[in-house]
Nanobody, 116 residues
Framework: QVQLVESGGGLVQAGGSLTLSCAAS????????MGWNRQAPGKQRELVAG???????NYADSVKDRFTISRDNAKNMVYLQMNSLKPGDTAAYYC??????????WGQGTQVTVSS
């Protein structure tokens, strides 16, 4: 089992920035991919960004050039730096980890609200 604890969500004005953090614990040797997904009200959950243990990254087109994912393998942490936030980025953001992008474990989510 892997436990995930997210932090860093909140309310920000459009154009602002936030950094999300996620700490993983438990059977972390099973983890290759760490990532962030989000779900807005009435919409399906979608990939935001992911990163492999080796540092290869993957981003949704909607966040490229605005969001940056990073990880600290020694601390079992993954981060999402979000810049130039838009009201359309408003959603619950979920940390997820697994051997592949078919994630096995999910966090409880942290709310990000961007006001116009």
């Amino acid at each position: 089992q892997v436990q995930l604890v997210e932090s860093g969500g909140g309310l920000v004005q459009a154009g602002g920035s936030l950094t999300l953090s996620c700490a993983a614990s438990g059977s972390i040797f099973t983890i290759n991919v760490m990532g962030w997904n989000r779900q807005a009200p009435g919409k399906q959950r979608e990939l935001v960004a992911g990163i492999t243990r080796g540092g290869n990254t993957n981003y949704a087109d909607s966040v490229k050039d605005r969001f940056t994912i990073s990880r600290d393998n020694a601390k079992n942490m993954v981060y999402l730096q979000m810049n130039s936030l838009k009201p359309g980025d408003t959603a619950a953001y979920y940390c997820a980890v697994g051997r592949t992008y078919t994630y096995n474990y999910w966090g409880q989510g942290t709310q990000v609200t961007v006001s116009s």
